[in-house]
């Protein structure tokens, strides 16, 4: 049975120096089915030290599971990557996918780290200053500005218009 087309797992994008694994895979074939892959139309071969054109690359290519592993990327392994399913009856293969491998830009994580230590020293050190001026002052220190409300006792106080009103008049006094 001819393979059916393969899925294909390839990273986006990897950092310099970063490993790789890119995976083919199908289950339709029969005899089982073997994976080359192909960088920008042109194949690797199975060991990245035979090849002349990879020299650059570090990589191991396993054509029975169909991974192929980058040990540590290089800018030279950015392309357009894509995989064959073979067996005796045919092949198929999967559409090719971008990996692209980029720098880590160390100025600019130094610079955002110094940038965000900068601004938490300044608000450490305004937070200080409004201290010292009495902005952040306790009710101990300043007097107290909330009082806690009273525990009631079980007695209502709410009247009611039966009661009357019990006052003492001028005219009750003895």
Same mark, same amino acid.
């Given at each position: 049975?001819?393979?059916?087309?393969?899925?294909?797992?390839?990273?986006?994008?990897?950092?310099?120096?970063?490993?790789?694994?890119?995976?083919?895979?199908?289950?339709?074939?029969?005899?089982?089915?073997?994976?080359?892959?192909?960088?920008?139309?042109?194949?690797?071969?199975?060991?990245?030290?035979?090849?002349?054109?990879?020299?650059?690359?570090?990589?191991?290519?396993?054509?029975?599971?169909?991974?192929?592993?980058?040990?540590?990327?290089?800018?030279?392994?950015?392309?357009?990557?894509?995989?064959?399913?073979?067996?005796?009856?045919? &092949?198929?293969?999967?559409?090719?996918?971008?990996?692209?491998?980029?720098?880590?830009?160390?100025?600019?994580?130094?610079?955002?780290?110094?940038?965000?230590?900068?601004?938490?020293?300044?608000?450490? &050190?305004?937070?200080?200053?409004?201290?010292?001026?009495?902005? &952040?002052?306790?009710?101990?220190?300043?007097?107290?500005?909330?009082?806690?409300?009273?525990?009631?006792?079980?007695?209502?106080?709410?009247?009611?218009?039966?009661?009357?009103? &019990?006052?003492?008049?001028?005219?009750?006094?003895?």
């Amino acid at each position: 049975v001819k393979p059916m087309t393969p899925r294909c797992s390839v990273p986006k994008a990897v950092p310099v120096g970063k490993s790789a694994s890119l995976h083919c895979h199908e289950n339709e074939g029969f005899p089982k089915s073997t994976y080359s892959w192909y960088r920008n139309s042109e194949p690797l071969s199975p060991d990245s030290k035979s090849s002349s054109k990879s020299h650059n690359s570090s990589y191991t290519l396993n054509p029975a599971t169909g991974t192929l592993v980058f040990h540590a990327v290089h800018k030279g392994d950015t392309g357009r990557y894509s995989c064959i399913a073979t067996n005796d009856a045919g &092949f198929a293969k999967c559409e090719e996918q971008e990996m692209e491998v980029y720098d880590l830009n160390i100025g600019g994580i130094i610079g955002g780290v110094l940038v965000v230590l900068a601004v938490l020293v300044l608000i450490t &050190f305004g937070i200080c200053c409004a201290y010292r001026r009495g902005y &952040f002052a306790n009710g101990k220190e300043s007097g107290e500005s909330y009082k806690t409300p009273a525990k009631p006792d079980g007695v209502n106080y709410i009247r009611t218009d039966d009661e009357g009103d &019990f006052r003492h008049k001028s005219s009750f006094v003895i």
